[in-house]
């Protein structure tokens, strides 16, 4: 895939729903055929992402891609819980590891679970763990 993807690529690009990028429009919406799911980004379209950001030599931006393509699935009261106990002292050691193992078990994912993981090693580390 050519980057920009909505530029060279757009008759593939399809949200989380299968609904296709030309199918959103604001007369659409106004017709109340867009749902919030039909606007958000698939988890292919993120994987496609990550591969053109590894074809260019930026692997730190594959993995971010592939971290967001495992949060598809995940429910948004979920993701804000997971933001919030990554703040800085708003955790404990336990609460981090508890949220690692949902993500893992739960959700199937298992990078942004390593993530986690490694977050609790370092406020330890460094003391910012509640």
């Known amino acids: 895939m050519q980057y920009p993807l909505g530029e ?6 399809a949200s989380k729903t299968g609904k296709k990028l030309d199918e959103i429009t604001l007369d659409a919406v106004m017709r ?4 919030p799911d039909d606007i958000k980004i698939s988890k292919e379209m993120l ?3 990550g591969q053109v950001a590894k074809e260019n030599g930026n692997d730190p931006m594959e993995k971010n891609f592939e971290r967001a393509a495992e949060l598809v699935d995940v429910p948004d009261d979920v993701i ?8 800085p002292n ?4 336990l609460e981090l590891v508890l949220m690692a193992q949902e993500l893992l078990e739960k959700y199937n994912a298992k990078n942004c679970a390593r993530l986690v993981m490694e977050a609790a090693e370092v ?6 763990l509640l």
């Open 123 to 128: 406020y330890e580390k460094r003391g910012i």
């Open 47 to 49: 994987h496609a992402q």
């Open 80 to 87: 804000l819980k997971m933001y919030d106990k990554l703040r």
């Open 32 to 35: 109340n055929q867009i749902a």
């Open 90 to 93: 708003r955790s404990t050691k």
């Open 8 to 13: 060279h690529e757009r008759e593939q690009i």
